[in-house]
Structures are given as C-alpha cells and as structure tokens.
C-alpha cells in the first residue's frame, strides 16, 4: 500500500508532484481550483478552505504525512492592506 500524504493549499502540487515520483498517494485541499493552460494539481484535488478543518477530516483518510504551504501575506505587496497584523 503507497503512503498518503495531504498536501494543504496544494496550489499547482509543487509538493505533491515530489511525492507522487517517489511512490506516494496524494490528496491536495484548496480553496480554488488552479488551472493555467495544460497545467493543473495532478492528485485528487478537494476545493476547500482549510480554516475549516479538523482534525478528524484529515484523521478519517489516515494520511501518513501532511504538508501545507499557505501563502505569504507578508510578501505581498498589498499583503498589510488586504489583512491587517
Ligand atoms: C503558496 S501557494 C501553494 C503552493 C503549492 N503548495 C506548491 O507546492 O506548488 C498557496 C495556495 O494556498 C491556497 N489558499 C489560500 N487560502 C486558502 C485557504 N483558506 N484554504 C485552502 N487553500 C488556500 C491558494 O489558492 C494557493 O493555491
């Protein structure tokens, strides 16, 4: 059986696409679905906001690893207008 991982805010599956060469299963969550030309994530993709997860969701498919790579607000150049810190 190939390990899982979950990979959060999955975006384009920078991640994921490490993991799949090397064996691995993979479940991307994201808020939106990323489509530029021919490239897309290239796991099972679930659209959904993270913050509204627990536990338990991620618990139930029994990942063997979970990754997230949320954005950088504070990189952004609007980042402070958009979400005041
Ligand atoms: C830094 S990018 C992800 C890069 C990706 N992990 C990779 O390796 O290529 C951040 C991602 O977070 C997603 N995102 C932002 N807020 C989110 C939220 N509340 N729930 C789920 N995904 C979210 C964005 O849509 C975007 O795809």
New binding site residues.
Partial sequence: MKPLVI??????????RGFLSEGWEAIG????K?EYGDKRYPGELIL????TLCGYDLRCVNPALVVA????QKLLVYGDALEPR
Avoid: K, N
Wanted: glycine share 14%; aromatic share 8%; net charge negative.
């Fill in positions: 990979d959060l805010c999955c975006g384009l599956g920078g991640w994921t969550f994201d808020i939106e990323h959904r906001d993270i913050t790579s949320p954005p950088c």
